[in-house]
């Protein structure tokens, strides 16, 4: 079946973000006195309600404080960016003008809050070329539950195998695959381990070659 659309997941994929969340988050857990290695903290990435809290259980016990390490989080990682700023990953707005001089519909299905969403992809000119705009808090379970990637399928009408997914991480092409669309990885901070490599439509090494694949 034709792809449709094209749904993107964005720190990672279309903004190099990844890699600031990474910092911060190993800091913010060593902070309240607890350690944690690289191998642990990119287990965090796109990880979406209710897995992150059990991720964290499962290393910590049940007396770890999320919500107090995810807010000490959230302001270093504020201070980071206003620092440091958003860089596009390679070949984003490119993609982004030859998808929409195509004719094909383009959305954002993110773990990140709809007010951040909003912000940076203005911040770096890619809020117009969006259809929609899906954050994982719009549903009941983030990545890697199928549901946030469902729910952008159907608010864009379309049946999943209709609809290609772009992802960085693990948690991400999990969701994806699970929702039924075809998904291409783009790995920003680790390859994919060998049991990701059936779900993968296909892995690219930058965006620019997903032309390739529509």
């Not at 958003?86 to 954002?108: Q, R, V």
């Not at 669309?181 to 920003?188: E, N, R, S, T």
């Amino acid at each position: 079946m034709e792809i449709q659309a094209v749904i993107f997941d964005m720190d990672g994929t279309l903004i190099d973000t990844e890699k600031y969340y990474h910092i911060c988050w190993m800091e913010a857990i060593r902070h309240f006195g607890y350690e944690v290695n690289d191998e642990q903290a990119y287990g965090l990435r796109s990880l979406g309600r209710p897995f992150v809290k059990e991720y964290f259980r499962e290393l910590y016990g049940s007396d770890f404080s999320y919500e107090q390490v995810h807010a000490y989080r959230k302001k270093l990682m504020e201070s980071m960016v206003a620092e440091k700023g958003i860089d596009l990953k390679p070949g984003a707005k490119e993609l982004l003008s030859d998808l929409k001089d195509k004719g094909i519909i383009t959305a954002i299905a993110t773990a990140t809050d709809l007010e951040r969403t909003e912000k940076y992809l203005k911040q770096l000119g890619l809020y117009e070329y969006f259809e929609k705009i899906i954050s994982a808090r719009m549903v009941e379970m983030g990545k890697p539950a199928p549901d946030v990637y469902q729910y952008a399928c159907s608010q864009l009408g379309l049946n999943p195998s209709q609809c290609m997914a772009v992802e960085d991480s693990p948690n991400g092409v999990t969701s994806a695959y699970r929702a039924g669309c075809k998904v291409v990885m783009v790995p920003d901070q680790t390859q994919p381990e060998a049991e990701l490599l059936p779900m993968l439509y296909a892995k690219i090494d930058s965006l620019i070659e997903l032309k390739e694949y529509i």
